[in-house]
């Protein structure tokens, strides 16, 4: 069984790494890798938020300002920020709409702000895939992908004002680990597990899926790239496996390979379908990284893991 623990380089061992959004799906697994890699991270909270003291970390105090956050972060050695945080509703109603915007726009203006006046300059900004089309063109799915987008755009001007050196990451479909979100590999996963049928809608609908493993070795390998790059300097770069598959043949995988057993029930059956979103494979992708877990294995990892 290939190991699915993620590799730190060790370039990164002179600097600090600093998180948002670590209570979340990635934030949470990068988190722990650290935790088992004997690397202390620095953990940014959102504004007046008061986190407890780790034995894993090291905590900003409370901020209200991105003064307040920029004189705790210019007293680090080296740090690089790895801005994970964001708030995801793929179809929001009016209600969602502060939200969206305070977790995808407004919390990265105030990273962005407070790296520029801590006088450092290294930071990697997560954004999606759903802020392209399956051709590249610039045309967000959603309100989430349009704020995201509106962050990389923000980003961009900082790198200019204040002479920053980033990489925008670009996610797509992630999975593996401790996984509970509403999504496809989590129901595929429970639906096997309690033998109840999964039922998906389209038959025709591109996936590209990626192992957290990866995720987080893409996203370390960014961190280590801020160091190679120019002042101004802003990279944009797709984490994304090397298969792009329909359900129709995941999921066949899945019963063929994995999940014996697994039952699906698909209410579109048809051949094509030229409304569906599909997966821009010809993104540009990280220039010192590649996904090193394979479906197959990563499947296995993810369905078995109890075996």
């Known amino acids: 069984m290939l ?14 790494l600093c998180l948002t959004g670590f209570s979340g799906y990635l934030g949470s697994h990068l988190l722990e890798t650290m935790r088992t890699a004997r690397i202390r991270p620095f953990l940014i909270p959102r504004p007046g938020n008061v986190l407890p003291p780790r034995q894993d970390a090291d905590v900003a105090v409370p901020w209200m ?3 307040d956050l920029a004189a705790q972060i210019a007293r680090l050695d080296n740090p690089v920020i790895l801005n994970i945080a964001g ?14 915007v305070s977790g995808n726009l407004e919390f990265p203006l105030l990273i962005f702000e407070a790296l520029k006046l801590s006088g450092h300059s290294r930071i990697v900004n997560v954004g999606t895939s ?50 509970t979100r509403s999504k496809l590999l989590p129901l595929l996963k429970n639906c096997w597990l309690d033998r109840q049928v999964a039922r998906l809608r389209y038959a025709v609908q591109q996936v590209n899926l990626l192992h957290i493993t990866d995720v987080q070795e893409g996203l370390l390998a960014a961190a280590l790239r801020t160091a190679d790059l120019n002042d101004q300097a802003v990279e944009t770069a ?9 359900l129709r043949g995941l999921t066949a995988f899945l019963t063929e390979k994995v999940a014996p057993g697994l039952s699906v029930r698909f209410e579109d059956m ?38």
């Open 3 to 16: 190991d699915c623990r993620p590799i730190i380089p060790d370039g990164l061992a002179s600097s600090t």
């Open 65 to 67: 300002g991105p003064e």
């Open 87 to 100: 708030h995801f509703i793929s179809r929001h109603v009016a209600g969602d709409i502060a939200a969206l």
């Open 130 to 179: 759903w802020e392209y089309s399956d051709t590249g063109a610039e045309v967000p799915a959603n309100l989430y992908a349009q704020l995201k987008a509106a962050n990389a755009r923000s980003l961009e001007w900082y790198a200019r004002e204040a002479s920053l050196r980033a990489v925008n990451i670009k996610l797509n479909d992630t999975y593996g680990g401790n996984d």
């Open 238 to 246: 797709f984490l994304l496996s090397d298969n792009t598959v329909q």
């Open 270 to 307: 048809a051949e094509e379908n030229a409304t569906l979103r599909g997966v821009w494979d010809a993104a540009p992708r990280l220039a010192n990284w590649h996904p090193r877990i394979s479906l197959e294995d990563g499947f296995r990892d993810y369905f078995r893991e109890e075996e």
